[in-house]
C-alpha cells in the first residue's frame, strides 16, 4: 500500500474533538500516511504557538500549512504537494478569519 496524503484543517474540525482526530493523525501516521494541518490562518507567531501547543498536548507532530486566508487546494499545489483526502469542515475560500 502507497501512502496517502492527508490534509486535515485546524478550526471546527481539529479542533471540533481534538482527541479522536489527534488518534486519526497517529494511526494514519503509523500506517505509512503523510498527514498535513492546513489552515486557512494567517502566518504569524501568535498562530503557529497556539497550533502547536495543542498539537503537543496530544503528541501530534504534523506539519502545519498556514494558507494566509488564501485557497488551501493551491497553496498545496504551489508546495507540490498532491493531497489524496481533504478533511474540512468549510471547504470554500475563507471570508475573513484569524
Known amino acids: 500500500m502507497s501512502g496517502l496524503v492527508i490534509a486535515i484543517d485546524f478550526d471546527d474540525t481539529f479542533t471540533a474533538d481534538e482527541m479522536l482526530w489527534s488518534d486519526f493523525i497517529l494511526n494514519a501516521i503509523v500506517r505509512g500516511h503523510r498527514v498535513?494541518?492546513?489552515?486557512s490562518r494567517r502566518d504569524d507567531e501568535d498562530n503557529l504557538e497556539a497550533m502547536t501547543e495543542v498539537f503537543e498536548r496530544y503528541g501530534v507532530?504534523?506539519?502545519?500549512?498556514?494558507?494566509?486566508?488564501?485557497?488551501?487546494?493551491?497553496?498545496?499545489?504551489?508546495?507540490?504537494?498532491?493531497?489524496?483526502?481533504?478533511?474540512?469542515?468549510?471547504?470554500?475560500?475563507?471570508?475573513?478569519?484569524?
Open 36 to 39: 498535513y494541518c492546513v489552515t
Open 61 to 98: 507532530d504534523i506539519p502545519i500549512v498556514f494558507c494566509n486566508m488564501g485557497s488551501k487546494l493551491w497553496t498545496m499545489e504551489q508546495r507540490g504537494v498532491h493531497v489524496d483526502i481533504w478533511i474540512d469542515d468549510a471547504p470554500h475560500p475563507p471570508r475573513h478569519g484569524r
